[in-house]
């Protein structure tokens, strides 16, 4: 094995599972892929996946049997809880190194591997508790067989079916689907369509149907409507068409979370760009071509979209960075743009500047300290600085690894006392101490943690009031349907019942019911009161 590819596994390694035992699941997002994990754990159901003890359609269920294997294998912990995304985001920068070799050649798939391990979206969604790290190696795989297929060994083919299988079972229908998109418009740039004739049609549907169906066939036989509506109506047909968060729908978003989130390799890529727009389409070769339609489909497509989320477009960072790999590992005039490393450069100390700014104001961020991210700034214009300007041959090193250790400094002074905040874990561990009954009610008055029911293994009501009080089925075509926490009336509290509030200074609906709380302790910004 070559001992650059070696280096790249272990820095790799090192950034994908460090400080992952300290990182507590957060709210709103991960604690639902968590919560649901740990009840398919706790019931054996491993086939229909349940939240708060309901069925939930949210997603399909690869993800889930992911995270639960993970519980099994290391029991209900954070580490565990990361343990699959980290190992996803390690075989996706093996898969892009893989596949630049066979395509390019040895230099630029070190240079690709590189690239990749140290964008900053890798390094998060690695670290999530979310479906894109797995989706991300299985989807693009997909399409990476498919070119080789293309134009290497037809039996390739093989292997489009089966990721795409994969892909679906993680994501649903947009797991085949959009992989078919980027297939047509290639061949169409192609006018090929005799390849068709090739793909293995027969033996790969009969893998994709093996490995894809048996689920989505089990679920519809077992919930019939109220799967299809909620999961194809709600998760799939309603995020197409209606915005969740209706502020994001700006033409520029997926510009916006390609910049940041390929950070720092983002500042190379307008000279990438021009370099490729003054060569034209005589430049390009068929694997630019497919590259550029793989990267641009994902981009365009979600852009479309009603709903934007910023890991939708996520899978394109392999297709440009493999481009922009093979840009820089022919480069003879000067490997990387001067300005390029400036543009960093400066970002990076603005950003320990503002962070010392914030940190004075915000108490979330008083126990922090700004040292290890400074350092690591340092270390990065220091080091590449002195190989950009002196053209030394270790430029990529020094770039890939002060960029690894802003992310190290980052997590140490950001990350562990932000997620902190959006966590209930200090929350779920007090409510563990506490003498709670099968006859218990634990009511929740001003926000819903749902972390704080995965830690402590208690549920957790959202109290409402006779008006307030709806159904807790979820609905389909509605986001409604995402609603699912259990819900319990104020006037069914009885003595011995505890209410939890998340602003201490915020008092339970009014003086009268505050009379009958008894105070019991605090954690992080919730205070734990029992009825007197």
Known sequence: MNRNYLLIFLLAVVLLFAFNSQLPITDPVECNYALTSKEMVESGDWLSPQIYGKYWFDKPIFFYWLTALGYKL???????????????????????????????N??????????????????????????????????????????????????????????????TLTKGPIGFLLPGLIFVLFLLSQRNWRELREIRIVGG?????????????????????????????????????????????????????????????????PSFIYDTYKQGRRGLGVREIYLFIWALTIIIFYQNMATKYPTYTYPSLMPIGILLANYLANKTDGLFSRAAFIFNGVFAVLFVITYFIVKKTNPAMENSSVWPLALAVIFFVGFGGYQVFK??????????????????????????????????????????????????????????????????????????????????????????????????????????????????????????????????????????????
């Open 74 to 104: 290391f029991g209900f912990t954070d580490f565990a809880s990361r343990f699959f995304p980290a190992v996803f985001g390690l075989a996706s920068v093996g898969l892009t190194a893989w596949f630049t070799h066979k395509i390019y």
């Open 106 to 167: 040895e230099k630029t798939a070190i240079y690709s591997a590189t690239i990749l391990t140290t964008c900053v979206s890798l390094f998060l969604v690695s670290k999530a508790i979310i479906t894109d790290a797995a989706l991300f190696f299985f989807f693009n795989a997909c399409i990476a067989f498919f070119y080789l297929g293309y134009t290497q060994n037809k039996n390739y083919y093989y292997g489009t079916y089966i990721f795409a299988a994969l892909s």
């Open 205 to 269: 549907t009969f893998l994709f149907l093996l490995v894809a169906v048996p689920w989505y066939y089990f679920m519809y036989q077992t919930h019939g409507s109220a799967f299809t509506d909620i999961f194809l109506g709600t998760h799939n047909y309603l995020r197409a068409t209606v915005s969740e968060h209706p502020s994001d729908n700006v033409i520029y978003y997926y510009t916006a979370v390609l910049i940041l989130g390929f950070f720092p390799w983002s500042a190379y890529l």
């Open 391 to 532: 053209r030394q041959k270790y430029v990529l090193a020094a770039l890939a690894l002060g960029t690894a250790f802003i992310y190290l400094g980052l997590i140490q002074t950001l990350a562990l006392s932000l997620v902190d905040v959006r966590s209930g874990k200090d929350l779920g561990m007090l409510l563990r101490t506490l003498p709670i009954t099968e006859n218990t009610t634990i009511g929740t008055y001003t926000d819903y943690s749902t972390s704080a029911v995965f830690y402590s293994g208690h549920n957790i009501y959202k109290l409402v009031t006779e008006v307030d009080k709806t159904p807790t089925t979820a609905k389909a075509y509605s986001w409604a349907s995402k609603q699912v926490m259990p819900q319990f009336a104020f006037k069914n509290l009885k003595p011995g019942d505890y209410v939890l509030s998340r602003d201490v200074a915020r008092r339970p609906i009014d003086d009268k019911f505050l009379e009958k709380l008894e105070y019991i302790g605090s954690a992080q910004r919730w205070t734990v009161y029992k009825i007197k």
